[in-house]
């Protein structure tokens, strides 16, 4: 048994509190791995670990499960170290080779209260509607300030925005039709729907008011990520959120994780031929 395996698990639990049940189990199924069968025996205190300890871990793991590990071992070496329980023992840690490192994104429950600011009728309707295109939307910092009153368009029962770069129109959620019908009535035709002066002054913005919601600041990219991972995580593919959020095909696809089970799913497709 790990001398300070209590101790480190504990600050396993505050490290991923926020993530969503089935994420807590992969990163707690780890941390018990590292402290309870790989440390066991060791009366190393937590901060007397080294990156070598961690980088002979990763080292001995399977190959397919190198980077998922990395990922978990950061997070929560980050933590206890923003904490003051540990030095930055990450600094050093060798990145696996080729690994996919997931775009930043808030959690599930970060991403409801998010939600729930943004139908509260009490709060701003312009900010309300600035986060909307972010996280319901995931369209980029330079696309939001740019949206006019003319480029919504209304059929049926929901909003759909006309970009001029795009051939077909995007279809808006219908909890944004209800901001965008009362911020339309208060605009004239060629208004901006959010008026910010610059990229910088919106980013100030988003980071402000999430900070003031979730606890800590956001970026508008942060937001955007947000979206694009759930929607590829729902079994929507990457020409369709590309079409959604009006970024390239390129630029969804860094947010698939391209590991070494591709070869797998690859077979199996085929072998389905």
């Given at each position: 048994?790990?001398?300070?395996?209590?101790?480190?698990?504990?600050?396993?639990?505050?490290?991923?509190?926020?993530?969503?049940?089935?994420?807590?189990?992969?990163?707690?199924?780890?941390?018990?791995?590292?402290f309870t069968v790989y440390m066991s025996g060791s009366d190393k205190s937590l901060n007397q670990l080294t990156h070598?300890?961690?980088?002979?871990?990763?080292?001995?793991?399977?190959?397919?499960?190198?980077?998922?590990?990395?990922?978990?071992?950061?997070?929560?070496?980050?933590?206890?170290?923003?904490?003051?329980?540990?030095?930055?023992?990450?600094?050093?840690?060798?990145?696996?080779?080729?690994?996919?490192?997931?775009?930043?994104?808030?959690?599930?429950?970060?991403?409801?209260?998010?939600?729930?600011?943004?139908?509260?009728?009490?709060?701003?309707?312009?900010?309300?509607?600035?986060?909307?295109?972010?996280?319901?939307?995931?369209?980029?910092?330079?696309?939001?300030?740019?949206?006019?009153?003319?480029?919504?368009?209304?059929?049926?029962?929901?909003?759909?925005?006309?970009?001029?770069?795009?051939?077909?129109?995007?279809?808006?959620?219908?909890d944004l039709t209800n901001l965008i019908h009362h911020v339309k009535e208060k605009t004239g035709e060629t208004d901006?729907?959010?008026?910010?002066?610059?990229?910088?002054?919106?980013?100030?913005?988003?980071?402000?008011?999430?900070?003031?919601?979730?606890?800590?600041?956001?970026?508008?990219?942060?937001?955007?990520?947000?979206?694009?991972?759930?929607?590829?995580?729902?079994?929507?593919?990457?020409?369709?959120?590309?079409?959604?959020?009006?970024?390239?095909?390129?630029?969804?696809?860094?947010?698939?994780?391209?590991?070494?089970?591709?070869?797998?799913?690859?077979?199996?497709?085929?072998?389905?031929?």
């Amino acid at each position: 048994m790990y001398k300070y395996e209590k101790e480190a698990l504990r600050y396993a639990d505050e490290a991923f509190e926020s993530l969503s049940t089935t994420s807590i189990l992969n990163y707690m199924s780890t941390m018990r791995t590292f402290f309870t069968v790989y440390m066991s025996g060791s009366d190393k205190s937590l901060n007397q670990l080294t990156h070598m300890d961690i980088n002979k871990f990763i080292e001995e793991l399977n190959i397919k499960r190198k980077a998922d590990i990395f990922y978990h071992l950061k997070i929560y070496f980050d933590y206890t170290y923003k904490k003051g329980f540990t030095h930055n023992i990450f600094k050093n840690v060798i990145k696996p080779k080729n690994m996919f490192v997931p775009k930043k994104a808030i959690s599930l429950d970060k991403y409801n209260k998010m939600k729930k600011y943004i139908m509260d009728d009490s709060e701003d309707i312009k900010i309300r509607l600035t986060l909307g295109f972010f996280i319901l939307c995931g369209f980029k910092r330079n696309v939001v300030p740019r949206i006019k009153n003319s480029d919504l368009l209304f059929d049926e029962d929901r909003y759909y925005l006309k970009l001029k770069e795009k051939e077909n129109s995007i279809p808006l959620t219908k909890d944004l039709t209800n901001l965008i019908h009362h911020v339309k009535e208060k605009t004239g035709e060629t208004d901006f729907i959010c008026k910010y002066k610059s990229d910088d002054d919106i980013t100030t913005e988003i980071s402000n008011i999430t900070k003031k919601i979730l606890g800590e600041p956001y970026s508008p990219q942060v937001l955007a990520n947000t979206f694009i991972i759930k929607a590829l995580s729902i079994g929507n593919q990457v020409y369709e959120v590309s079409e959604l959020t009006s970024i390239s095909m390129k630029a969804v696809i860094t947010y698939v994780d391209k590991g070494v089970d591709t070869i797998d799913s690859q077979i199996e497709l085929i072998d389905s031929m």
